[in-house]
């Protein structure tokens, strides 16, 4: 007997434009579709008055310009890189000049470990050089006035991958 997952296939957005997904949680969808972005980056805002981003998306001004526009004035405090490839971490530097934000990861342990070398993706797709203001391990915490996160180790689709 074999029972097939159901796998939901269909996202419904429009690039660039905030979604709320649920209270205090807004997807934004990076113009980036591809073989490993299906559709495109995820970045997420997490918050009311002041926010945390999940994953800034690839290197664009127009990616940089939503999330901006998204956060209507609200400080963003804090930018959260899920791992280091280049399509999750690439828009950090633009983004972090522009609001002043930390930023947060898992770092470069993994690569120094490494463990970068057996990523399936390749080490040519991952940031080496992410230093994150704030480091990252399994079970840290972290809070902003109205969010808080907890950081779950995930190696695999990358070293640093985080959850």
């Known amino acids: 007997m074999t029972d097939e997952l159901p796998l939901k296939r269909e996202m419904t957005f429009t690039?660039?434009?905030?979604?709320e997904l649920c209270p205090g949680v807004v997807r934004i969808v990076a113009n980036n579709p591809g073989p490993f972005t299906f559709k495109g980056t995820n970045t997420y805002l997490l918050g009311r008055n002041?926010?945390?981003?999940?994953?800034?998306?690839?290197?664009?001004?127009?990616q940089c310009a939503a999330i901006l526009k998204a956060a209507g004035g609200r400080p963003i405090t804090h930018i959260v890189v899920t791992h280091t490839h280049h399509?999750?971490?690439g828009g950090l530097t633009a983004l972090q000049q522009a609001t002043g934000a930390l930023s947060c990861g898992f770092g470069r342990r993994a690569r120094n470990e490494?463990?970068?070398?057996?990523?399936?993706?390749?080490g040519e797709y991952v940031d080496r050089d992410f230093n994150p203001d704030v480091v990252l391990g399994d079970?840290?915490?972290?809070?902003?006035?109205?969010?808080?996160?907890?950081?779950?180790?995930?190696?695999?689709?990358?070293?640093?991958?985080?959850?």
């Open 50 to 62: 002041s926010l945390a981003v999940i994953d800034p998306g690839p290197e664009d001004a127009a």
């Open 87 to 89: 399509d999750h971490v």
């Open 114 to 122: 490494g463990a970068t070398i057996r990523s399936p993706s390749g």
């Open 15 to 19: 690039y660039g434009e905030p979604r």
């Open 139 to 163: 079970g840290a915490r972290l809070e902003g006035a109205e969010w808080a996160l907890e950081a779950l180790h995930t190696p695999g689709h990358a070293p640093d991958h985080l959850c």
